[in-house]
């Protein structure tokens, strides 16, 4: 597949990611869009669908090989398990461990925030204890939401 269509099928996975299209996701994979590919941004359709709680969408980018720890965009996204976390998406959040999310990987390749801070953060505290019970640990370092 040349470089050109595959940009396009990129694009249209995140933004159908973006709205939680089942469909058109299934549609964009079978037509050989890349589930860990990135828009122009860097953002990844599972970071897109996770920061939207978009369960049913994580699980198909999951089942076609979406990797759960992968950072989306340059520095302004993260995870997709802190998206989900840090707006309280408790049902993605577990589909994402159950797919083997780390849950105190921190975002920004390792110097942002980790989930459990975004979820105390909210809070949210049926996330803060799905992810207590994944083994995450709270870090005792302060931060700020810009970071």
Not at 20 to 33: F, V
Not at 36 to 59: C, F, Q
Not at 67 to 95: F, I
Request: with cysteine; charged share 20%; proline share 7%.
């Amino acid at each position: 597949m040349n470089r050109r269509r595959q940009k396009k099928l990129s694009k249209r996975l995140v933004e159908a990611a973006t709205f939680g299209d089942g469909t058109q996701i299934n549609a964009l994979l079978r037509a050989g869009a890349r589930p860990e590919t990135s828009d122009t941004e860097g953002t990844t359709p599972l970071y897109a669908a996770s920061v939207n709680g978009a369960t049913d969408s994580v699980l198909h980018l999951l089942a076609a090989g979406a990797l759960p720890n992968t950072d989306s965009g340059r520095g302004a996204e993260g995870t997709p398990l802190c998206a989900a976390a840090c707006w309280g998406h408790t049902e993605t959040v577990r589909a994402l461990l159950a797919h083997g999310a780390d849950p105190n990987l921190r975002e920004d390749h390792g110097t942002g925030r980790s989930p459990i801070e975004w979820a105390m953060a909210g809070p949210y505290p049926e996330t803060i204890a799905m992810l207590l019970a994944a083994g995450a640990r709270p870090h005792n370092r302060t931060t700020s939401p810009l970071s």
